[in-house]
């Protein structure tokens, strides 16, 4: 059974930082990790993605961000833990909303390989989310 459990989050002021973390476990393969975002009254956003394999660690190069965070956030993976990180620097307020881990397997295309996308319904398991609140 898949298991993704968070940790982390909290409430910070702007230019602030703080480490979102999700534990996982019961997964076999490749897979990818997304961390998404939902802020109140809007969908919820892929931030970051990592494409990795159990026991074993990430894929080089297999990080992705939206722009809106690039330079500012970091996804990172501790395979001796089987657990993955988010950490958010520079933080802002539009950053603020509740933060979700998620794990589902790759995509494949010929032309481009194995690689995670931004889609929800492509990541089967999700955690219980962590809220991050960012004042000015």
């Known amino acids: 059974q898949v298991q993704l459990v968070e940790s982390g989050g909290g409430s910070v002021t702007a230019g602030g930082s703080l480490r979102l973390s999700c534990a996982v476990s019961g997964y076999s393969g490749d897979y990818c990790i997304g961390w998404f975002r939902q802020a109140p009254g809007r969908e919820r956003e892929g931030v970051a993605t990592?494409?990795?394999?159990?026991?074993?660690?990430?894929?080089?190069?297999?990080?992705n961000y939206i722009d809106s965070v690039k330079g500012r956030f970091t996804i990172s993976q501790d395979s001796a833990k089987n657990t993955m990180y988010l950490q958010m620097d520079s933080l802002k307020p539009e950053d603020t909303a509740i933060y979700y881990c998620?794990?589902?397997?790759?995509?494949?295309?010929?032309?481009?390989?194995?690689?995670?996308?931004?889609?929800?319904?492509?990541?089967?398991?999700w955690g219980q989310g962590s809220q991050v609140t960012v004042s000015s």
């Open positions: 998620a794990a589902g397997r790759p995509r494949y295309l010929s032309s481009a390989g194995f690689f995670c996308t931004w889609t929800r319904s492509d990541y089967r398991y």
């Open positions: 990592l494409r990795t394999r159990s026991g074993s660690t990430a894929y080089t190069d297999s990080m």
